[in-house]
């Protein structure tokens, strides 16, 4: 039998390991939560360490005084070299995170390379040769008539080299889908020309025989070396994967991935969100630049700088090089083979040669990204020199606005209009006095109010590019000339025709843009429809506010199919106007090989498989997003006890209600058809199955 004195040691035995666990037990957690101090942690360690010899110590003595008692186990999850592994790694990765945190803040002033990496972090540039770098290409003062004078030279020794472009063809090893990585299975679709230009050199060379400053034109196109951007894999095969879903939707069908469109797809659906978003914003009369949701916020912060570097991960590095050529020639030179300056989407061209400039001089190297220096604002001033042009040719649009507000400026500084204005009418055997008022100052007033769409775009990509923040006097309404102003006075742009058109080249320009054969083909034709350049609010199609009078004007309506036969079903597309014979096997067409209705048919045409249809003889409302998914919605008509009455059972008389019917022109044009769809589907009560892909 145990003794009371060895009973006792025991006790005591058990109470010090008890609390030796029980003190490491929190060291331990102390040294989690104050693992970024390491003077902290060392501190706690070295209590621990004094507390275990102590335990330790009085071990010993008890089993020395005890022998049968078995010695106790030492703790095996306390290690003495724990804590300066903690520390070192613990520093490491504040230092890894640090890193990251520096590179995705200036991520889109770096170039990329043409290949993902593997390892995101063995390839982060140095913060320091990054700022060198952005300093270097934005701190270069170059006046707006020696950049043109640069770019004209650029494009005198263009050439260019025809290449055939690759396009999958149907994998058998990839269960029928398009594999672009194996060659085997590339054919040749189109033949593009590749464009090249003379180096770099050459054009500085010229400029300084000229007496112009050749060295910062030159530094323009400078980029630091070891400044690239990296990606995983996985990174790439995502933004790889959205770079062929847009050229798919675009032009209908999956491109290879080394396909030279796909910069110029993602470029051209980047600025059409920002238009969408725009005219979003102008549907409901609210600033653009203050009435932004978190969901278009992180939209546009993410689509504007990816696309950034769609050009340096994607592809050859000559092909952005090649197609800033061609965008500039297509604004800079009159030839045959580019579209006229009326066929042109000014803004569209801005975004892509924002971005393409950059590498209008690269080689072989990663196609830099745009710095956001002084040639995005001689961009800027260049294309909006020919949206002021593409308006003077519409004068009759010009004409119609109302102008209720004055300016403080004299004839003489709007004299330059005048001129333009003569140089355009000059394909129309015009003159001034067809102007019906001639005064340039209020020309220059309506092209004030009817370009605020066109700047209120440029605004929001330059912010998005730049991450320069609009002035916060921008996030709120005010009367046209002063958000004009603050628009200019945000983007540096000169605000008065005097200094936005004082260079020698504004004025020949605009003869060559006037000089065009398509200007003459299209202006020699009266009847064919004028262009709007003036960015306007697009609409669905006015409906009648008496009901019966729309059954009377689709009552007209037969079959294309059945021999002058009525239609059963005849539904009209909200967007155009077009009737259709909807549900009827008589109209139905195929896409991709499957036989699809008439409603999904004109859909896939008309806006990309999103349509809204009014099927007349029954007042009711289809949505249609894809080839199976759709859901019926209430109709704008109402009685006059505010019902409707689908399917026309009551027989009440119909009116068209506004606000119902500016509903759903708002869905329509904020792009919002299949989360509609969606949320009317999850809403409902009950299970109705239809056969969306023949409707």
């Known amino acids: 039998m145990e003794t009371t004195e060895e009973l006792e040691m025991e006790d005591k035995l ?40 102590q335990a330790q110590e009085q071990a010993d003595q008890a089993s020395g005084e005890a022998a049968a008692l078995p010695a106790p186990p030492s703790p095996p999850y306390i290690i003495s070299s724990s804590s300066g592994s903690s520390s070192s790694s613990s520093s490491s990765s504040t230092a890894e995170l640090e890193s990251s945190g520096s590179i995705s803040s200036e991520s889109t002033f770096m170039s990329a390379d043409e290949y993902p990496k593997d390892n995101f972090k063995d390839c982060v540039p140095n913060s320091g040769s990054n700022m060198n770098m952005n300093s270097s290409s934005r701190d270069v003062n170059l006046s707006y008539s020696h950049w043109m004078e640069a770019l004209l030279i650029a494009l005198k020794y263009r050439s260019g080299s ?97 396909d030279d469109m796909i910069p110029l797809m ?83 061209l801005l975004v892509a040669l924002t971005y393409s400039l950059p590498s209008l001089f690269n080689g072989e190297g990663a196609a830099p990204l745009p710095s956001c220096n002084v040639q995005d604002l001689h961009i800027l001033r260049l294309i909006y020199t020919a949206h002021i042009t593409q308006m003077l040719f519409s004068m009759e649009e010009l004409d119609s606005t109302e102008i209720d507000f004055e300016v403080n400026l004299a004839e003489k500084d709007c004299q330059s209009i005048l001129d333009i204005l003569h140089i355009v009418q000059e394909p129309q055997g015009l003159d001034i006095s067809a102007v019906r008022d001639p005064n340039p100052v209020n020309i220059w007033k309506k092209i004030m109010v009817n370009s605020l769409g066109f700047l209120r775009s440029c605004a929001l990509f330059y912010q998005y590019l730049s991450g320069v923040s609009a002035p916060t006097e921008l996030n709120s309404l005010h009367p046209p000339q002063q958000e004009f102003q603050l628009l200019c006075r945000y983007m540096s742009l000169p605000c008065t025709p005097r200094h936005l058109l004082n260079s020698d080249f504004s004025l020949s320009l605009v003869r060559k843009w006037c000089n065009h054969p398509n200007i003459h083909i299209m202006l020699s034709n009266p009847a064919a429809e004028k262009s709007s350049f003036v960015l306007k ?87 249609l997003s894809g080839r199976t998914r759709g859901v ?58 239809t056969d969306w892909i023949h409707l």
């Open 537 to 623: 609010v697009p609409g669905l199609v006015d409906l009648p506010d008496d009901y019966s009078e729309l059954i009377n004007s689709v009552s007209c309506f037969t079959c294309p199919r059945a021999m002058g036969d009525e239609s059963r079903a005849p539904s009209m597309c909200l967007v155009c106007g077009e009737v259709v014979c909807s549900q009827s096997y008589c109209c139905q067409g195929e896409l991709d090989g499957v036989s699809v209705g008439a409603c999904t048919v004109h859909a896939d045409r008309c806006g990309a498989g999103a349509g809204i249809f009014l099927r007349v003889r029954e007042c009711k409302i289809v949505m």
């Open 14 to 53: 058990t109470a010090s390991i008890q609390m030796t666990e029980q003190l490491a037990s929190d060291s331990t957690e102390q040294r989690m939560e104050l693992e970024p101090q390491p003077t902290v942690t060392e501190a706690v360690d070295t209590l621990v360490a004094e507390v275990i010899s």
């Open 266 to 348: 993602v470029w051209q659906s980047c600025g059409f969100t920002i238009l969408s978003i725009v005219l979003s914003a102008m549907e409901t009369q609210k600033p653009v630049l203050g009435s932004l949701s978190s969901r278009q916020n992180d939209c546009l912060s993410t689509l504007i700088r990816f696309c950034g570097i769609v050009g340096s991960n994607f592809g050859e590095p000559k092909v952005i090089r090649s197609h800033s050529l061609k965008l500039l020639s297509t604004i800079l030179e009159v030839d045959t083979n580019n579209p006229s300056i009326l066929e042109l989407d000014m803004f569209g």
């Open 162 to 258: 025809v290449r055939k472009s690759l396009s999958p063809t149907k994998s058998s090893k990839n269960g029928g889908e398009s594999d672009p990585q194996d060659e085997e299975f590339l054919q040749s679709s189109t033949n593009l020309v590749r464009y090249y230009t003379c180096p770099l050199d050459q054009v500085v060379s010229e400029l300084e025989a000229t007496h112009h400053d050749g060295r910062s034109f030159a530094r323009l196109f400078s980029v630091a070396e070891g400044g690239e951007l990296a990606f995983p894999s996985s990174v790439y095969e995502i933004m790889n994967t959205f770079c062929q879903t847009t050229y798919k939707i675009g032009l209908g069908e999956m491109p290879h991935v080394l």
């Open 632 to 689: 019926f919605v209430p109709p704008p008509y109402l009685d006059q006890y505010g019902e409707t009455d689908q399917g026309l059972r009551r027989g009440n008389p119909l009116t068209l209600c506004k606000e119902r019917y500016k509903k759903l022109q708002s869905i329509w044009l904020n792009h919002s058809i299949p989360e509609e769809i969606t949320r009317r589907i999850e809403s409902s009560s009950g299970y109705v199955t």
